[in-house]
């Protein structure tokens, strides 16, 4: 059975690579642009894990990440936060607003289907 794979990101170029990497490894991937289009997504697919963009329009990843966290049919799927370099003060507050992990913006197309899958195995109980 293949992993699914949600991506929030309104940079469409970023979400392009990321969808053609994940794919090209077996992934299902399911995209959304902004926040409030991603939770939706996130409760009706259920996916494995999110890649969730910090820097959204309206609804940033902070206040998304607390809204998958706080509803009970999202809140064990695992929030890998996408950062990027200019913003390294900021993982500490990504990290408390409920991602599991963060990932560094630009991504390296060579160790980026690891880095995701490293997260598949996160067991949601151990953070509680
Ligand atoms: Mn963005």
């Known amino acids: 059975?293949?992993?699914?794979?949600?991506?929030?990101?309104?940079?469409?170029?970023?979400?392009?690579?990321?969808?053609?990497?994940?794919?090209?490894h077996g992934f299902e991937v399911r995209t959304a642009e902004n926040g409030p289009d991603g939770i939706r997504s996130a409760v009706e697919y259920r996916p494995d894990a999110i890649l969730l963009d910090i820097q959204l329009p309206g609804m940033d990843g902070y206040a998304v990440a607390g809204r998958l966290k706080a509803d009970q049919l999202t809140n064990c799927i695992p929030i890998i936060a996408v950062t990027s370099y200019a913003m390294a003060g900021d993982r500490e507050k990504i990290l408390s607003a409920g991602a599991t992990g963060y990932i560094e913006k630009p991504i390296n197309p060579e160790t980026f289907v690891n880095e995701i899958r490293q997260y598949l195995s996160w067991d949601c109980k151990e953070e509680e």
């Open 1 to 24: 059975m293949s992993h699914t794979l949600l991506i929030i990101e309104d940079n469409l170029q970023n979400s392009y690579m990321m969808r053609f990497l994940l794919e090209k």
